[in-house]
């Protein structure tokens, strides 16, 4: 019962973290590129375009976990397969 | 329902999904191994650590696209079967990685290499994305309930002997050709992508011999199998919410520890300790050995004990040591006891060079565009500047003879000019019976070794137990997981379930470690602290491992699923 109070107040952390991980990448990029002198600016562009490509649908993914975890999905979790089916 | 399997057969099930396996791991490591050498074969030579970059993006990619190849190959496993599908897996392995060895260098062929390398790469990336959920699934459906941890534990171990592998094919190549040889456009590097071929030929005449796995064969003569085991496994939320446990709660975080203690550890000594190159591989591969037999034993722990904690508690020790660790690695290899190799036909990048002797024997050492230029230790020592330089240098007179002159490469002056404004300055006082002695010695590309550093006996030992605490920790991660992932989904869209968060965990958050540890090291750089802070890398594994711990703590069940044929 109190893991289950856990893993709730968790699942809203894990939503907030999420979006903040996301906002954090994107004022990375802007701050790193706009940094970069004329030489450098499109493999650096190229570098955050990859970080954030790959970042963004991962955190969609962990706001979802979080999600999850807030509902009490996780609270019991399946012991055969035919709980997951 | 279970499905016992002879025990001579399932050593000849392990033995066929291990070599492959293996092969697969070999293939996809000995482009990482060869970055530094391929960054400037595929890239132009003047890009410098932008091409290193790049490299390790491509690296990288191979990584990205793995989860990909999980989608593509994990429905095909579930629906037409694993052994056809991880057939055709290995041929696309073997085949593109013998590509990668034919493609001409940039020099030739121009940005079409590095665009022909990458395509390759893809391809390389999702062969493997479908490979391993095909063999841990095949392997764990195949094992006994209580020996499940232990059989699938022995296709861990490939992931670490293809490495030991990668490395010992091209240290043998190296050792034997010579470094020049070696780094040519065709020269010695290639061999290993060439060997591929032979290597997968034998895999897949060995896979040939072998049947379906016994619960998939069950499930397709009753009908059963998935038709659509994509949108079983991410459509349906109890499926779907399990992906996502096990990516967040344990494989992300067994992702970083693995690439951190198997590759960011070698990149490390390699590039920012400076070992020498045979000695750094030398001493992951002793390393690897010693460290290899605790996948097995963690396996068969996993069997007893139960997964989650023997998982957790290598996270734990990566996130606590990580900086320990790579801290004694850098006093280790700056202090008095190693040697420093520095040879001049290695140490100076540059596009020209020249000398010009002088009437007080002072040599007048001309310089443009280096990169990073060591000559004779502290006498000469610049670092990555784009202009013009001239310096003088000797290795006859002290330092207080040494002139420099420093001139802007953009406002036109050419290499050429300033040598004979060199020439005919008199306040150089120059020896005109030498003058027209000036040589071009080197129109050297960047080298690949600046300074090497080599190791005495203990500090060499030293970084290989180092190394080795750091693959205990992949062993302790990495030795259960494929048991855990295959009890935590049904036999009929398991591939496609497990490879999902197992390719996110280890190709994008693992995979990643090499290229964005550097990006971060790159950031910390400052003027006033051009070098930054070279532990800055690890901030990016121990902060993945550190929520990943957290989370498989408080969500992970440490319960061992005894029937998984379900």
């Known amino acids: 019962m109190y893991m289950n109070t856990i893993k709730k107040i968790l699942g809203l952390v894990w939503m907030c973290l999420a979006p903040a991980i996301i906002w954090f990448l994107v004022a990375q990029a802007i701050q790193k590129i706009g940094l970069s002198t004329d030489l450098t600016r499109s493999n650096v562009t190229l570098q955050w375009v990859i970080i954030l490509t790959i970042f963004t649908p991962i955190c969609i993914g962990f706001f979802i976990f979080g999600y999850y975890g807030l509902k009490g999905e996780y609270d019991q979790l399946p012991t055969s397969s035919k709980d997951v089916e | ?566």
């Open chain 2, 1 to 566: 329902m279970s499905f016992v399997t002879k025990p001579s057969k399932i050593s000849l099930v392990i033995g066929a999904s291990s070599v492959g396996t293996l092969i697969e791991w070999y293939d996809f490591y000995i482009f990482g191994m060869l970055a530094t050498i391929i960054s400037k074969q595929f890239f132009p030579s003047d890009a410098g650590t932008s091409a290193l970059l790049s490299t390790l993006a491509i690296f990288a990619a191979g990584f990205i696209v793995r989860p990909f190849g999980a989608l593509v190959f994990g429905r095909l496993g579930d629906i037409i079967g694993r052994k056809y599908t991880f057939l055709l897996t290995l041929v696309l392995m073997g085949g593109s990685t013998f590509a990668i060895g034919l493609v001409p260098g940039f020099a030739t062929i121009g940005w079409a290499a590095p665009i022909l390398v990458l395509i390759l790469r893809l391809v390389q990336g999702l062969a493997l994305g479908g490979e391993y959920g095909g063999a841990a699934t095949y392997v764990a459906e195949h094992a006994p309930a209580n020996r499940r941890g232990f059989w699938t534990s022995w296709i861990q171990t490939t992931a670490t002997l293809g490495l030991f592998l990668a490395l010992g094919v091209i240290i043998f190549i190296r050792s034997n050709q010579g470094v020049e040889a070696f780094s040519a456009e065709w020269g010695g590097w290639r061999y290993p992508f060439w060997m591929s071929i032979i290597l997968v030929v034998v895999s897949i005449l060995i896979r040939m011999k072998m049947s379906e796995s016994p619960m998939f064969t069950k499930l397709k003569s009753e009908g059963k199998t998935s038709t659509n085991p994509l949108k079983e496994s991410f459509g349906h939320k109890a499926n779907f919410k399990m992906v996502l446990l096990a990516l967040f709660g344990a494989v992300m975080g067994q992702g970083v520890i693995w690439y951190t203690g198997q590759f960011y550890a070698q990149s490390f000594i390699e590039t920012v300790c400076k070992v020498e190159f045979v000695q750094s591989r030398n001493l992951m591969l002793w390393a690897i050995l010693f460290a290899t037999p605790f996948f097995v034993i963690f396996g068969y722990l996993s069997d007893r004990i139960g997964r989650k904690w023997i998982m957790m508690l290598g996270m734990l020790a990566g996130i606590l040591t990580y900086r320990p660790i790579y801290q004694y690695f850098l006093d280790a290899t700056n202090a008095k006891n190693r040697t420093e190799k520095i040879d001049l036909a290695h140490t100076i990048s540059s596009e020209k060079i020249a000398t010009v002797d002088v009437k007080d024997r002072t040599k007048i050492l001309v310089v443009q565009k280096v990169d990073t230029a060591y000559l004779d230790g502290a006498i000469f020592s610049y670092t990555k500047t784009d202009t013009l330089q001239i310096a003088a240098e000797f290795s006859d007179i002290n330092a207080s003879k040494i002139q420099y002159v420093q001139v802007d490469p953009l406002d036109g002056t050419q290499f050429d000019t300033v040598l004979l404004q060199l020439k005919s300055s008199a306040g150089l006082n120059l020896d005109t019976t030498r003058i027209a002695d000036v040589v071009v010695l080197s129109k050297s590309a960047k080298p690949t070794i600046l300074v090497e550093k080599t190791l005495d006996h203990a500090t060499y030992w030293n970084l290989i137990w180092l190394v080795f605490v750091q693959i205990l920790y992949v062993t302790m991660v990495y030795g259960p997981i494929a048991a855990f992932l295959v009890e935590l989904f049904p036999t009929k869209i398991r591939y496609t379930s497990m490879s999902l968060p197992y390719h996110i965990g280890n190709g994008v958050f693992g995979g990643l470690v090499p290229f964005l540890g550097t990006l971060i090291v790159e950031f910390t750089k400052t003027t006033d602290n051009p070098a930054g802070d070279p532990l800055a890398g690890l901030w990016y594994p121990i902060g993945v491992a550190s929520i990943c711990l957290f989370i498989g703590v408080i969500y992970l069940t440490n319960k061992v699923d005894k029937e998984v044929m379900d």
